[in-house]
């Protein structure tokens, strides 16, 4: 069992930036991808921000276009999200989103771009 802790969510107004962080916890094996999906509004599922895995492999949503760098702290077990240029319509519940042979989500953290 792998416990994710979500921390970062927040207000900012348009163009601003947040910095998410996951940290991971428990039962978490040598190989794994950790990242951010983001719940859809229209059709509530959830849609890829970023992911990145231990060999430092990384990918972004299509809407990221250079604005959001992940990281990860292997160290730690962590994973660090900088989203700069914030809009509006990207306001919403982030999760933290983990994968090995098994799959965990974090309980969610509010992001709101508003002035």
């Known amino acids: 069992q792998v416990h994710l802790v979500e921390s970062g969510g927040g207000l900012v107004q348009p163009g601003g930036s947040l910095r998410l962080s996951c940290a991971a916890s428990?039962?978490?094996?040598?190989?794994?991808?950790m990242g951010w999906y983001r719940q859809v509004p229209d059709n509530g599922g959830r849609e890829l921000v970023a992911?990145?895995?231990?060999?430092?492999?990384?990918q972004y949503g299509d809407f990221v276009n250079g604005r959001f760098v992940i990281t990860r702290d292997g160290a730690k077990t962590t994973v660090d999200l900088q989203m700069n240029n914030l809009e509006p319509e990207e306001t919403g519940v982030y999760y933290c989103?983990?994968?090995?042979?098994?799959?965990?989500w974090g309980q969610g953290t509010q992001v709101t771009v508003s002035k």
């Open positions: 989103h983990f994968r090995d042979w098994s799959e965990y």
């Open positions: 428990g039962a978490i094996s040598l190989v794994y991808r």
């Open positions: 992911w990145i895995n231990t060999d430092n492999n990384t």
